[in-house]
């Protein structure tokens, strides 16, 4: 399992936060476990200088082609907080 929780939303620069995701995908062994924390708000999203919230569409059009798929999300549940958990699982390869 490999967790990233709090951190991809603080990257404002698109190509960083892709690079980020395809660093921590090649951690993922088959069968494991990829856990990030963003909103779930259906489109990408600012909030003032320091936050882009981007929607589990973009997730998986980064993290698919690796061999990641996105199986749900699970919200904080804290208040009306709309973070939360995007659990992604790599793909076994049968022989």
Do not use: Q
């Amino acid at each position: 399992m490999v967790l990233c929780l709090d951190v991809l939303f603080h990257v404002l620069d698109e190509d960083a936060w892709a690079a980020a995701l395809c660093n921590l995908a090649s951690l993922v062994r088959p069968g494991g476990r990829l856990i990030v924390t963003d909103a779930d708000l259906g489109e990408r999203a600012v909030r003032g200088d320091g936050l882009v919230y981007r929607p589990a569409a973009a997730y998986r059009a980064a993290l698919e082609p690796l061999g990641l798929r996105h199986r749900h999300f699970l919200p904080y549940g804290f208040r009306e907080n709309t973070v939360g958990f995007h659990v992604f699982t790599r793909v076994r390869r049968h022989p």
